[in-house]
């Protein structure tokens, strides 16, 4: 919007001569309100015509109406077009030789007039940059742009100066409560309320066939957005309805928390790898391993409705056991915490324990030994740490009690008797003694010893320890120290011991690593292997703790998270850089799983390969292969990446980061081509036009900046700014022929932008109705607004993607689903399929060149999971039963 305003440099003196001014033009225009009050009245006691309506017999519109356009149903009753700016309510009238009326119909017939106005937005928003025909006009045109609080937007100026901006409000609220009255007589006299006009209170999400047959409505927080029909389409009745025939199976998740996690990697019967990262738990094969379920890949345990927190592996090395958090469902009702037990052969649940009986989430668990596996002891997250024993196959609580305040890091039962239960964490070691009550539910009892430190340096933290062959106890703790625990009887001079009670205390130290030891692992030959923190030193110990063998791992991978011994004399490592390493301490490690550690926010799928890109908060810049499920390159971009796209000749990719800064580096040399910066605000959006010749950039500054670009995508150079927007850009798509952009704003706005033309913002928004889209992306709009839920505040939607093939919609909500639509999708309430395994919000999806996968970037879980496309038009058959996820109630189906 052009910003004009008065002289602001005079002194005091002049601005309170201004402000006198002002106030006097409003004591003025108030005559003019009630002057258009009493008129409003008036016409609506001379001019009340039957409503058309109420009575199916009513004759057809008189010529004083306009007429509609060729190949739509003429007008039929009144209606609205809205037109808004940031802060005003505009109505613009104009001349008619009959009765007043509200229409948003095309242009009138040959002799009417209508004068020119602001730029007309499908959001609400408005441009008053020049003069033209806003959209099929009509003769009372509302105009209304509701505030909207938690929405950042800049302010923007009108072109009139400061003496006139009061004399132009009051006009047209005047305008706009005759506009109100005008519509409350027929609302009443159709005895409801007017679908059109409501748009109900803030938060709401509701959508309206325009009664002319033009234009669909919706609101978003009160907000109207009205979106023009094609012209192809006489009926949304004719529109495709019903979930897709396509479906989604999950093909691969890349990733492993390992940054904040524990107890989190093992290795089953099987010989697979059993992991978690959001709120799936990953049965993974790395390549060359045995035969069994499977034959390779990976598999997926989704039972859990939130993020994965810990694992344990029955002695059996088949069931599993994992907890999971507690969160929150889309209405903001608390999910209760659970623990799962599981068969991982078959991917079904056996029995889900202590629904209802932790607070915040399950921080440890581990299955009893001794008498194969028929406890499991869970410790939760809440500020007592509560312990509990529970029978597995019942799944029956047998024994409960407070733990500590302080935070809880390990738990797990001796092998030699389960009656010893031992637990670790912020400066202290707990053994606990467990009577279990004869079997009998809650009738058994827990007591808890300390261990004694003595002499010894207390550490702030103990993350780890392992039991040994001779019933001793081996800690790792925060200061690098291995310590050998062991029973003794205490010393009658031991204040509060009392007498010649047994106590645990401290056996051997041996300083093994510098900083913190995170993992201990005990090996089947009897030797330990300890893994460090700072030191990234991976050390094998043998009796008497002497250090036997050492590797370390590579810095970018980061620190030592957990250990596993796999076949033969082979360790699986995960880090705190969330990768999983395999190899062993001869011949180094080599990473079989990566992902990021922060939260992803950009994504691009390759042009003409299976190859996507991804950015985050993590900084790193990483290209994945799609069919050999391996990260191919990874670069540090120094600053945070939120956006990317591929040239259409792949050879290059556009990179857009938070600080305004945008780049181009060449993908197979990994070599910065471009580096320009466009304003000081982050980018949300960059895509090149179909044929390669030019690259679109939206900002957070409200601007589009349009740049060509040379035949191989290595050259930029500016060619212009789309200026309109009243908000932070969203989403933008370019035309098939590689002339127009279509964009979104965070106030909800549908800009159309001719970039040929000299980057023109096109006020016939009636026009733009039939324009295909190469790619379709944006988030309002015609063809994708039945994709929104009811009751949406706007930031419901996260990403949304149509397939290549133009059959299928895919949608990132905030409330970590990934949802299928058909595509068109343009009627309310529209069915989708409805896919869980995230943890976070879910940032964005995109399809592969092929349409035969669907990539989705958790947000804060820093997880990518790779869907395959299965059904009509996919990659195979559709399931008898495609896997959903309800939104509002457990997961319970299993991907197998």
């Excluded at 004399?167 to 609220?173: A, F």
């Excluded at 010893?420 to 004869?438: D, M, P, Q």
């Excluded at 580096?665 to 081509?673: A, P």
Aim: proline residues 7%; glycine residues 12%; contains cysteine.
């Amino acid at each position: 919007m052009d910003g004009a305003g008065g002289p602001g440099e005079g002194p005091a003196q002049e601005a309170l001569q201004s402000l006198s001014r002002r106030l006097q033009v409003q004591e003025k225009e108030m005559e003019l309100v009630k002057a258009a009050l009493a008129e409003a009245l008036r016409l609506l006691r001379l001019h009340a015509p039957p409503n058309p309506l109420q009575d199916p017999g009513t004759p057809a519109p008189t010529r004083d109406s306009p007429a509609a356009p060729p190949g739509l149903p003429p007008a039929c009753g009144p209606s609205l077009v809205s037109r808004g700016t940031q802060t005003e309510t505009e109505v613009e009238t104009e001349p008619s030789p009959g009765p007043p009326s509200l229409s948003n119909g095309p242009p009138a017939p040959q002799g009417g007039s209508e004068e020119p106005g602001g730029t007309q937005s499908e959001g609400g928003g408005s441009s008053s940059s020049g003069a033209g025909s806003p959209g099929p006009p009509g003769i009372l045109r509302l105009v209304q742009s509701p505030q909207r609080a938690d929405t950042p937007r800049r302010n923007s100026s009108s072109s009139s100066s400061p003496s006139e901006r009061p004399r132009q409000k009051l006009s047209r609220k005047a305008a706009s409560s005759a506009n109100l009255l005008l519509r409350s007589g027929s609302t009443e006299s159709r005895g409801g309320k007017d679908p059109l006009s409501s748009p109900g209170g803030p938060g709401s999400r509701r959508s309206n066939y325009n009664l002319e047959g033009i234009s669909v409505k919706m609101f978003l927080r009160g907000r109207p957005i009205t979106m023009y029909i094609p012209s192809g389409i006489r009926s949304l009745e004719e529109l495709p309805s019903g979930p897709p025939p396509e479906t989604l199976s999950l093909d691969w998740v890349y990733g492993y928390r390992g940054r904040d996690s524990r107890s989190n990697l093992f290795v089953l019967r099987s010989g697979e790898v059993v992991y978690f990262i959001a709120c799936v738990v990953v049965l993974y094969r790395p390549e060359g391993g045995p035969g069994g379920p499977g034959g390779g890949g990976q598999r997926h345990y989704r039972g859990h409705t939130d993020c994965v927190r810990c694992l344990a592996v029955h002695p059996d090395g088949v069931r599993v056991a994992s907890g999971q958090t507690a969160g929150v469902d889309k209405d903001g009702k608390p999910l209760q915490p659970v623990v799962h037990v599981w068969d991982s052969e078959t991917l079904l649940k056996l029995q889900e324990i202590g629904l209802g009986a932790f607070e915040r989430g399950v921080g440890a668990l581990a299955f009893s030994v001794a008498d194969q596996g028929a406890f499991l002891c869970v410790v939760d997250d809440s500020n007592e740490h509560m312990l509990s024993v529970w029978d597995c196959s019942r799944g029956t609580k047998l024994a409960e009690i407070k733990s500590t305040n302080d935070s809880v890091l390990a738990v797990g039962f001796s092998p030699r008797d389960s009656s010893c239960i031992v637990t670790s964490g912020k400066s202290h070691v707990h053994f606990w003694n467990w009577s279990g009550g004869a079997g009998v539910p809650g009738n058994g009892t827990l007591t808890r010893k300390q261990g004694v430190f003595g002499k010894y340096k207390k550490p702030k933290f103990i993350p780890c320890f392992v039991f040994l062959p001779d019933g001793d106890i081996l800690t790792g703790d925060s200061e690098g120290n291995i310590l050998t625990w062991g029973r003794s009887l205490s010393d009658s001079r031991t204040p509060g011991r009392g007498g010649a009670k047994e106590t645990y205390g401290i056996v051997a130290q041996a300083h093994a690593h510098e900083g913190s030891i995170f993992a201990l692992c005990l090996r089947r030959d009897g030797t330990v292997l300890s893994g460090g923190g700072r030191d990234r030193r991976l050390v094998q110990w043998g009796p008497g703790l002497v250090a036997l063998q050492e590797a370390e791992i590579p810095e970018h991978f980061g620190a030592v998270r957990a250990i596993a011994e796999g076949l033969g004399s082979e360790l699986l490592v995960g880090t705190t850089k969330n990768a999983l390493l395999r190899g062993d301490l001869a011949q180094g490690f080599s990473p079989v799983i990566q992902g990021h550690t922060d939260e992803l926010w950009g994504l691009c799928t390759h042009p003409f390969q299976n190859r996507f890109l991804t950015c985050g908060h993590d900084r790193q810049l990483c290209l994945w292969d799609g069919e050999g499920h391996a990260l191919a390159w990874s670069i540090d971009l120094k600053e945070t990446g939120l956006c990317a796209d591929f040239h259409p000749s792949g050879a290059v990719v556009a990179v857009g980061l938070n600080t305004g800064r945008w780049l181009v580096l060449d993908t197979e040399t990994r070599e910065i081509v471009s580096d320009i910066t466009d304003g000081n605000e982050q980018l949300s959006v960059v895509r090149y036009s179909p044929d390669g010749l030019y690259l679109a950039i939206g900002s957070h500054d409200n601007m589009i900046y349009i740049y060509s670009v040379s035949s191989d995508g290595a050259k930029s150079s500016r060619f212009g700014r789309c200026v309109g927007h009243s908000s932070f850009i969203t989403h933008l798509d370019w035309s098939k022929d590689g002339s127009f952009i279509m964009s979104n704003s965070g106030d909800y706005e549908i800009l159309y932008w001719d970039v040929v033309g000299g980057c023109k913002l096109l006020r016939n928004r009636y026009d733009s109705r039939d324009r295909e889209w190469a790619t379709y992306t944006c988030v309002l709009g015609f063809h994708v607004y039945g994709v929104w839920p009811d009751g949406s505040d706007g930031t419901d939607i996260n990403s949304l993607c149509r397939s290549h093939n133009e059959r299928v919609v895919a949608v990132a909500d905030d409330f970590c689903k990934v949802h299928l639509f058909q595509y068109p999708c343009a009627r309310a309430k529209a069915p989708s399929l409805v896919y869980g395994g995230h943890g976070s919000h879910v940032t964005s999806v995109r399809f592969t060149h092929d349409d035969s996968h669907l990539i989705s970037l958790g947000g804060k879980d820093a997880s990518i999971f790779q869907w395959r496309v299965l059904g009509a038009g996919g990659s195979g058959p559709a399931p008898a039963t495609p896997s959903r996820t309800p939104s509002l109630s457990p997961a319970s189906s299993l991907d197998v």
